[in-house]
């Protein structure tokens, strides 16, 4: 299991069925927004919509009144304006898009990318005066800027006007620019907090054309700020979902030669292209661009119209991508052996290096954030400064985390879950305890891994081939509408078999007399914990897949484990947290609270000493359990037994021994705190 607790609403099928009728849904897709708390047709109807009315109008955004005004004024002067763009997918889109628009307005634009590995994150003088020298008058940065209190007052002194539109969160102080375009900042009304640096560069352009002209911009512009939007991890929901939405149709067109060329070459096929598709297709050879060095070749193939030099450009990134995974796997490798070393048991990763690239330092992050499920902060050291990324983790604010840290550090700027920083390798040491410290007294809110389901599949019809086919409803799926995860229990696994040179595994399983083909990426065999003949319960994704013709109902597995295991792990919690004086809900306990004659049948098994005492939980629970018996109720026996003195348990991991007490005389079971807690939850 990769996580501790699989979560899923409970599911009125009664109120489903009466909204699916009412709304014209299919019952999958009726079940699936019903769990998600869209509980009424208006309400299901209304998040389906792709009605233009959900774009939120732009001169709410606090700012934009101003930035306008000075936009309007660069047109009609014919000034010569720069877009300060970001090297990420979100930034490099964001330029494109208002190059491009200011373009079409009979502007001079100059475009400025940092270069990630010498200039890193953000502004820098030198490139103000550089702008400056080239005769550029008024500076509008796009996905950066909001933290840039010192270098908005440099470009001042210099004679450059700054527009700041940005997306992340601010600085109590904000810089002095003609105006600063951020939804998040706290004077800002605008309700819409999660749009990306590409979202709010759209919604200035449509605040300078006006809303009548809505149409036209996103004929022209919506498949960067779908691209931008799903690759920086933005909510698919409100008007998100609607960019996103009309973005990915329009990458479907193949209208821009340079995404068309990028589907070729990375092997998609733009005619089914979805938000996942773009995130795990276009975004990482885009990013490849900036992470190793030259993100104008990500912007000169979102602009180019000519078709030679997109495929030309398009295959450079794809190159450039191989070299970041193979750069990338290095670091993994690296960084894993430097824990080993210094026997690392838990708590913030804070590692640094000089031999580290730091262009795939985020990606690498993230990685071993899934893997100990801790916040990581990964530092490149060049000249005794350590330039890196940070990935947080649920319940735990890494902002406000890298802000108790500021004196320490020389910049950093992001969001609660990811962000960059630099740091003099001086200041190292203080700043990992320092932050550690910070971790230790604002621990992460998440009491446990949590797996947040749907719900639990307990009708086969709701994945035949036509329900599953109606899931297209729900896309763009992505964060804030992730694409539908269900749970399978109590089902036999009949097969395991490889694939992709054993990286991948692809499954059969048998659940109400019918098999169920399934593929469970990134996970091996010898690690799936589970062989075939056991009795596992599936956290998954139901899809079409078509081979040879045929398309069949295929399960993409999201996490595996063996239903005893499940079970037992949920009655484990539960006794901890009776024990601890925690109370939980009559649903939590209802399913495993045993009954008197569950006692005695287990008791009359273990006093005649034929049952198997020893061995892997799931193993020796069900040699104890009769047929139709849960596991939790078993085990839950089984403490109660050991509380009382009739018998002792020893557990450790997957495994469970079984003492019996050759002394044992009569007890009263209500004498058992376990049991008493059990039975007063349920009452």
């Keep these: 299991m990769k996580w501790d607790v699989w979560n899923a609403a409970q599911i009125d099928e009664t109120e489903v069925a009466a909204c699916r009728g009412e709304a014209g849904l299919s019952a999958l897709v009726a079940t699936v927004l019903w769990a998600r708390g869209v509980r009424s047709a208006k309400e299901m109807l209304d998040f389906l919509s792709d009605d233009l009315e959900t774009i939120q109008d732009p001169m709410e955004l606090a700012g934009m009144a101003e930035g306008i005004a000075r936009i309007r004024q660069a047109i009609q002067e014919r000034e010569k304006v720069a877009i300060y763009g970001d090297y990420d997918v979100d930034g490099i889109t964001a330029t494109a898009l208002l190059a491009d628009y200011l373009g079409t307005k009979g502007l001079d634009c100059a475009v400025y990318i940092p270069d990630r590995l010498g200039e890193g994150y953000g502004l820098n003088l030198g490139a103000l005066q550089s702008l400056k020298e ?98 920086d991890v933005m909510e698919l929901c409100g008007q998100n979902r ?36 773009v995130g795990y297709g276009l975004g990482p050879r885009l990013n490849a661009a900036g992470r190793m060095g030259d993100a104008m070749a990500a912007y000169a193939l979102l602009t180019t119209e000519d078709k030679a030099e997109a495929e030309a450009l398009a295959q450079e990134l794809c190159e450039l991508n191989q070299k970041r ?64 990324s940070c ?21 950093f700027g992001g969001h609660q879950q990811a962000a960059g920083l630099t740091v003099s390798m001086e200041a190292f040491g203080k700043f990992k305890e320092t932050f550690r410290a910070y971790y230790e007294t604002h621990p992460p809110t998440a009491d446990a891994n949590i797996l947040q389901a749907d719900f639990i599949l307990t009708d086969p019809n709701l994945i035949s081939l036509d329900q599953v086919n109606s899931l297209e409803r729900l896309e763009p799926c992505g964060k804030g509408n992730p694409s539908p995860l269900l749970i399978l229990e109590g089902a036999k696994l009949l097969k395991v078999q490889p694939i992709g040179g054993g990286k991948h595994v692809k499954l059969q ?46 399960f993409l597995i999201r996490d595996i484990a063996r239903t ?8 484990r919690r539960i006794c901890s947290s009776l024990l601890d004086g925690t109370v939980p809900t009559a649903a939590e306990v209802k399913s495993i609270t045993p009954a008197r004659e569950d006692f005695v049948r287990l008791w009359r098994r273990l006093s005649q000493g034929t049952a198997k005492l020893q061995g892997r939980i799931d193993q020796v629970l069900d040699d104890l359990a009769p047929s139709g018996t849960s596991w939790g109720k078993t085990y839950l026996c089984l403490r109660v037994f050991d509380e009382l003195g009739l018998a002792h348990l020893e557990e450790q991991a997957d495994l469970l021994q079984i003492e019996v007490s050759q002394q044992a005389e009569k007890v009263d079971l209500a004498a058992s705190r376990v049991l008493s807690a059990l039975t007063g939850a349920t009452e």
């Design 564 to 571: 005893a295991r499940r079970e037992t792990e949920h009655a």
């Design 509 to 554: 399983v048998e659940k109400w007399g019918k098999g169920f083909d399934c593929v469970y990426f990134g996970m091996e065999a010898s690690a799936l914990g589970a062989v075939e003949g056991d009795t596992i319960d599936l956290a998954f994704t139901p899809q079409c897949n078509s081979f040879r013709g045929r398309t069949t109902v295929q």
């Design 325 to 388: 995974q193979k750069i990338e796997q290095e670091i993994t490798e690296a960084a894993l052996h430097m824990l080993e070393e210094e026997d690392y048991t838990g708590g913030p990763i804070v590692l640094a290096s000089e031999n580290w690239h730091k262009g795939v330092l985020g990606i690498v992050s993230a990685r071993l954030m899934e893997r100990y499920r801790e916040p990581v902060i990964l530092l490149s050291v060049e000249g005794g400064v350590g330039r890196g």
């Design 134 to 231: 080239q005769g550029v008058t008024l500076v509008i940065t796009v996905d950066c800027g909001v933290t840039a209190i010192d270098e908005v007052l440099a470009a001042r002194d210099l004679g450059l006007d700054m527009i700041i539109t940005d997306h992340h969160q601010c600085y109590e102080e904000l810089p002095a620019a003609v105006a600063v375009i951020d939804p998040q900042r706290p004077d800002c009304m605008y309700t819409e907090k999660g749009l990306s640096g590409v979202g709010v560069a759209f919604q200035c352009i449509l605040a300078v054309e006006g809303a009548e002209h809505i149409e036209t911009l996103l004929d022209r512009y919506a498949d960067l700020v779908a691209v931008g939007t799903i690759a």
């Design 391 to 411: 990935r947080g983790i649920p319940g735990f604010d890494l902002f406000a985390a890298l802000t108790a840290c500021e004196s320490l550090l020389e910049t």
């Design 242 to 277: 609607l960019l996103v939405s009309r973005g990915v149709e329009a990458l479907k067109k193949g209208k821009r030669p340079g995404f068309a060329a990028l589907l070729k070459e990375a092997g998609i096929d733009n005619k089914t292209i979805s938000a996942s598709g």
